[in-house]
């Protein structure tokens, strides 16, 4: 018997790679198993963007190293695996495969030739391919929710990011197999699509040449189809039918995640990111002049290579301008291959840390002001896990806020009920359900089942 363990980090188009890598494994006759001391294969599916990322990958291969002996094969996948190449057998000689996203869809070949013995197997892709990775071979490991990634790669080159140097160049899929593939989902009874890519609003159909705002429109056509979700969107390429899109649309859900990064116009120049702040908060006032109340969530960079406090102190009015439901903040770490690896880290760590606490601390205060808008309301949500320690739900609304609740039977994972909001959390909602919960389709409890051995991978 061929088995299999995988382990994955990284962002939801890492895991969902996995979920495609595991599904393509199962195909090919392997068993996946959730103890790597009974693995025959053990796949590491990397991510690289932000704290030298590398070295956690070294250290974690060297305690695969103690296992060597035993038979097994190890593979590394992912964004280290494209990034650092064949100095991964230099530094790790028992790795047998080396494989970046853009090279999954040889997967097949790449399994066959490590079975026949093989130990420098390299999946490696410099920017060259034009090709997808569209398998109907995908392990749902989600209970609730179906991914699509509608296109791979990344052309944008901001100046801090390694995805364009991992994840190839710019390829979107045919509308036609992203709704087959919609369709499929639906029809194992998922209600809730996210599609993904590293920046969706550059999806064009290859053949029909459908925008992003027109292929979303489709999905959330889809019948049995009742919450469609994506990300990530670049403000460069955001366009105004999105907004209307979700507006006209009662599947798509009330969210845009729209990283913003600064609020400093000359810190943007910097980042390679082609916006001012002007440009930024044009989009943002279009969504917020939508009949829909659209949650904005956002990403930012904070101790860029000479970001001064007054920049800063631009994002910190943003912050307050947007009114953001959420946003992740990270430290500028400097990452191989990309151009600000070449200007000088100025910001020295102590500063980045305090700018990190202050803009967080900041959210935190903002978010518990408008969060209270929810107070009193009755919202649906989408029941995601259960807390069977303290009786309570968990959830989330179609804004993708968490909602925690009581309710006097436990509802299934991805079944629908509605609760009032009694109480406000910095960062979640707590409410109690007002309505019996809706019952999950016998495909979607029967897909649950045959993943219940397998830990998610998103
Ligand atoms: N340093 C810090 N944060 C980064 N991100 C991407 N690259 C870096 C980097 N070199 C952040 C961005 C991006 C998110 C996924 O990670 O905010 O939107
Ligand atoms: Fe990490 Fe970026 Fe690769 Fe996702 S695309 S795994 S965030 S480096």
Request: charged share 25%; proline share 4%.
């Amino acid at each position: 018997m061929k088995t299999f363990y995988i382990e994955t980090f990284g962002c939801q188009m890492n895991a969902h790679d996995s979920e495609k890598v595991v599904g393509t494994l199962l195909r090919e006759g392997y068993e996946q198993v959730i103890d790597e001391a009974d693995a025959g294969l053990i796949l590491y599916n990397t991510c690289s963007i932000r704290d030298k990322a590398e070295q956690k990958v070294f250290h974690r291969l060297n305690e695969y190293k103690r296992m060597q002996g035993e038979g097994k094969k190890f593979a590394v996948l992912g964004c280290v695996a494209q990034q650092e190449g064949e100095k991964i057998f230099e530094k790790a000689p028992y790795v047998s495969m080396v494989a970046g996203s853009a090279s999954y869809r040889n997967l097949p070949d790449m399994l066959a030739r490590l079975e026949a013995g093989e130990t420098r197997i390299t999946g490696l892709d410099d920017r060259q391919t034009d090709e997808t990775f569209d398998t109907e071979f995908t392990a749902r490991t989600n209970p609730h929710r179906g991914y699509i990634t509608i296109i791979e790669g990344c052309d944008k080159f901001c100046s801090y990011c390694v995805v364009p140097y991992t994840r190839g160049k710019e390829r979107s899929r045919t509308s036609a197999s992203v709704l087959a593939e919609a369709q499929r989902i639906a029809q194992s009874g998922f209600t809730e699509i996210q599609l993904l890519g590293q920046n969706v609003n550059s999806y064009v159909d290859p053949s029909s040449k459908r925008s992003f705002a027109e292929l979303l429109a489709a999905v959330g056509e889809v019948n049995g189809i009742k919450r469609v979700r994506f990300t990530t969107s670049h403000p460069r390429q955001f366009t105004k039918d999105i907004v209307d899109a979700i507006d006209a649309m009662p599947a798509l859900c009330d969210h845009i995640h729209l990283p913003v990064q600064s609020g400093s116009t000359s810190v943007l120049k910097a980042m390679q990111r082609e916006y001012t702040r002007e440009w930024y908060l044009e989009r943002i006032a279009w969504t917020k002049a939508a009949k829909r109340d659209i949650s904005l969530t956002s990403d930012i960079i904070v101790g860029f290579p000479g970001e001064t406090d007054k920049d800063f102190e631009e994002t910190m009015t943003l912050l307050a301008d947007v009114k953001y439901d959420a946003i992740f903040g990270f430290k500028y770490s400097p990452r191989p291959n990309t151009p600000a690896i070449h200007m000088v880290d100025s910001i020295p760590e102590q500063v980045k840390i305090e700018r990190l606490a202050i803009l967080n601390a900041r959210q935190r205060e903002l978010q518990r002001e408008h969060y209270g808008r929810h107070l009193g309301q009755t919202m649906e949500v989408m029941v995601e896990g259960h807390n069977n320690s303290r009786g309570q739900v968990t959830g989330r609304s179609t804004q993708n806020k968490t909602v925690n609740f009581t309710c006097d039977t436990l509802p299934p994972v991805g079944s629908y009920i509605d609760v009032r909001i009694t109480q406000i959390f910095p960062s979640s909602l707590v409410g109690e359900a007002i309505s019996a919960a809706s019952a999950p389709s016998p495909a979607l409890l029967a897909q649950q089942a045959l993943n219940a051995r397998v830990p998610a991978t998103a």
